[in-house]
């Protein structure tokens, strides 16, 4: 089990993990929350008009930091690829009414990693059994991703070809612990899709 996830009786999965990849995991966790941003603070539970929050409008502007671009695309077009007037209108409308949805389900899928890591105990040189129920496998699924995608951004690339070149960095390059942390992530969602369809 040591290094990824294994189908658990009943649903979910349990993974392995040992006090330097609990802290790896929750730092990177912790990372994607401040870059996604604070959620909005009038959507609590004590006096949240449900109304004023469903049309609440958002960005309707495309993200500038490439890793917020690649975790919230457009709607409309090829990434990367020129838009007429009409593309860009259809997609600055569908951003304005999903994107603060989306920012917020990213969010809580980051927050429920952080959640989960911190109720672990971990002692000296033991590795700790993180058991997560089906629910929980869904938020972790798409928190594995969108760290993928922001480490990928920030390491430009663009095809899985990228980050087989990356990896014959030399070991002093600056890079090289983010493309290893690429790797392991995608290891441990690929385990984790395995577990839940196995």
């Not at 089990?1 to 649903?11: I, Q, R, T």
């Not at 609590?44 to 309707?60: I, Q, V």
Request: with cysteine; proline share 7%.
């Amino acid at each position: 089990m040591a290094g990824h996830f294994e189908p658990l009786s009943g649903g979910g999965a349990a993974v392995a993990l040992d006090e330097v990849e609990v802290s790896i995991l929750r730092s990177l966790a912790v990372q994607l929350l401040e870059l996604i941003g604070p959620g909005d603070e009038s959507a609590g539970p004590e006096g949240a008009d449900p109304l004023a929050r469903l049309f609440a409008e958002g960005p309707s502007e495309p993200p500038s930091d490439p890793a917020l671009a690649r975790l919230f695309p457009d709607a409309y077009g090829e990434p990367g690829a020129e838009q007429d007037a009409q593309e860009r209108a259809h997609a600055a409308e569908f951003r304005r009414y999903t994107e603060n949805d989306l920012r917020d389900r990213k969010r809580e899928d980051a927050l429920a990693v952080v959640r989960s890591l911190d109720s672990l105990t971990v002692a000296g040189d033991e590795a700790a059994v993180l058991r997560l129920a089906p629910e929980d496998c869904r938020r972790w699924l798409g928190a594995l991703n969108d760290l993928r995608l922001a480490i990928g951004a920030r390491l430009e690339i663009a095809h899985d070809d990228d980050s087989e070149a990356l990896l014959r960095l030399p070991d002093e390059d600056p890079r090289k612990p983010m493309v290893m942390a690429y790797l392991w992530l995608g290891g441990l969602q690929e385990s984790l899709v395995e577990a839940l369809i196995g």
